[in-house]
C-alpha cells in the first residue's frame, strides 16, 4: 500500500458545527503533516507528527486541533470554523532521516471543506 | 526563514513548446523536490534530486539541482496538455541537532497550461 487516504473527500460544515478529517497510511511512515491549501497556492504546514507526537504547530488557531492516535492515523478536529478556513486540507505522510530527503512526502488527495 | 522563489508563476503554452521553471533560493538545501497538482489532488512526486549538480531525466523532463544546492531546474520538452497542471518545487533542509521529521520550504508554484 503506498496511499495516503483521506476521508471525507468534501464536507461543508456551519460555523457552529463540530468535524473531523480523517487521514490513514500503511506505509510505515513515523511523520504525518497536515497541510492547509488555498487555490493556486502552495501548500501551507499547519502541523507535523512524528513517532505520534506532535512535533510541530505553525500557530494554528486552537478551533483546529490535531490527533494521531497511532502510526497509521492522524485526525484533524474543526470547531468552530469561520468562512475563511475553507480550503483544500491535506494529509502527507513521508519516511524520518536521511529516507526522507531522497523519498519525499506522499499526498492524500485532501479535503474540500466549505465553511459556511 | 528559508525561501524558495520559483518562476514564472504562471505559463500557458501551446502543445509541442518547450518550457523551463526555475527554483532559486539564497539558502542551501539537502534535497529538492517537485510535486505535480492537478486540480482537486493532492501533490505528487515527481522526483527529488539530492547531489549538487545532479541531474535527473523523467521522459519529457529533465530536473536539474544547481552546484551549490541553492537553486533548481524543471524543463519540459515537446510538452503535452496532461502536463498541465500546477508545478511546486520544495526544499528539504537537515537541522543541527537531528530532526526527527522532514519540513518542506515550498515555492509559490507555477501554474502550467499546455493547450491543444
Known amino acids: 500500500d503506498t496511499e495516503v487516504t483521506q476521508t471525507p473527500k468534501h464536507l461543508v460544515m456551519g460555523m457552529t458545527n463540530k468535524k473531523s478529517l480523517k487521514c490513514e497510511q500503511h506505509?510505515?511512515?513515523?511523520?504525518m503533516y497536515w497541510y492547509k491549501q488555498k487555490a493556486k497556492k502552495p501548500p501551507e504546514l499547519m502541523f507535523v507528527y512524528s513517532y505520534e507526537k506532535l512535533s510541530i504547530n505553525e500557530s494554528v488557531p486552537s478551533r483546529f486541533s490535531p490527533e494521531c492516535p497511532n502510526s497509521s492515523l492522524l485526525n484533524l478536529h474543526l470547531h468552530a470554523l469561520q468562512p475563511e478556513d475553507s480550503a483544500l486540507y491535506l494529509c502527507?505522510?513521508?519516511?524520518?532521516?536521511?529516507?526522507?530527503?531522497?523519498?519525499?512526502?506522499?499526498f492524500g488527495s485532501g479535503t474540500r471543506l466549505t465553511v459556511v | 526563514t528559508q525561501l524558495l522563489e520559483q518562476s514564472p508563476q504562471f505559463l500557458s503554452i501551446q502543445e509541442g513548446e518547450n518550457l523551463t521553471v526555475y527554483c532559486n533560493s539564497s539558502?542551501?538545501?539537502?534535497?529538492l523536490q517537485w510535486y505535480r497538482q492537478e486540480p482537486g489532488e493532492g501533490p505528487v512526486l515527481l522526483v527529488t534530486v539530492v547531489t549538487g549538480g545532479e541531474v535527473k531525466k523523467l521522459k519529457r523532463l529533465t530536473f536539474q539541482f544547481g552546484d551549490a544546492r541553492k537553486d533548481s531546474s524543471l524543463h519540459i520538452t515537446a510538452a503535452q496538455p496532461g502536463d498541465t497542471g500546477l508545478y511546486l518545487c520544495?526544499?528539504?533542509?537537515?537541522?543541527?541537532?537531528?530532526?526527527?521529521?522532514?519540513?518542506?520550504?515550498f515555492g509559490q508554484g507555477t501554474i502550467l497550461t499546455v493547450h491543444p
Open positions: 539558502s542551501v538545501f539537502s534535497s
Open positions: 506505509m510505515g511512515h513515523r511523520a
Open positions: 502527507a505522510s513521508s519516511q524520518l532521516g536521511e529516507a526522507f530527503f531522497s523519498l519525499g512526502y506522499t
Open positions: 520544495a526544499g528539504a533542509s537537515s537541522r543541527a541537532g537531528g530532526t526527527s521529521y522532514g519540513k518542506l520550504t
